[in-house]
């Protein structure tokens, strides 16, 4: 009998991907009005990050498929956030600007250079500063927790400062964590652009050997 393929759109990773989507998208209809609603499912869609990659060890259903939704759906919440803050905050647009185009530019350019390099996981790397980042789960999950918390303190600032203005005291906290994490986008973009570079350079070389 032929053997059964596997069915990888709906692996157990892949489906809490899914649903981190429908929150996501509930976020995001939320986030203009309504921040309580908004922000409890902006932080289930964020919460539920922690769980994707758990059962895809578990369970061994770890997918290329799975690691572009993961990331798609971290980018893309990211980026509608720092919308919503740029609609808030009008005098910090630029910076806000600045913000998604460094996330967006590292994380496509260091994807890229995992698959030219025919890596099976973008959580690697050379640089010694972005191995630590991917190998130490303590510090991975800090950075990342920080830097949401940030920008979403940012958000629940908009409506409500809390008691003796804890919002934004929680936010300056958090603010050098988020800046720190914008720096390690930098050192991914640059890293992915000579690991691209050297890809070129080789490709280049075999080229002009068969022309030889």
Known sequence: MPETQPNIFLFYPNLIGYARIVLA???FFYMPSSPWCASIAYFLSAFLDAFDGHLARMYNQSTRFGAMLDQLTDRCAFMALLMTLCQFYPRCVFLFQLTAI??????WMHLHATDLTGKNTHKSSDNPILHYYYTSREFLFFMCFGNEAFFGLLYVNVWWSGPLYLIPILA??????ALVKQLISLVHLYTASLTIGAFDVERIKKEAQKTQ
Not at 102 to 107: L, N, P, Q, R
Not at 172 to 177: E, L, M, W, Y
Request: proline share 7%; charged share 5%.
């Open 102 to 107: 460094v996330d967006i530019a590292s994380h």
């Open 172 to 177: 300056i906290i958090f603010f050098p964590v």
């Open 25 to 27: 998208l509930l976020a």
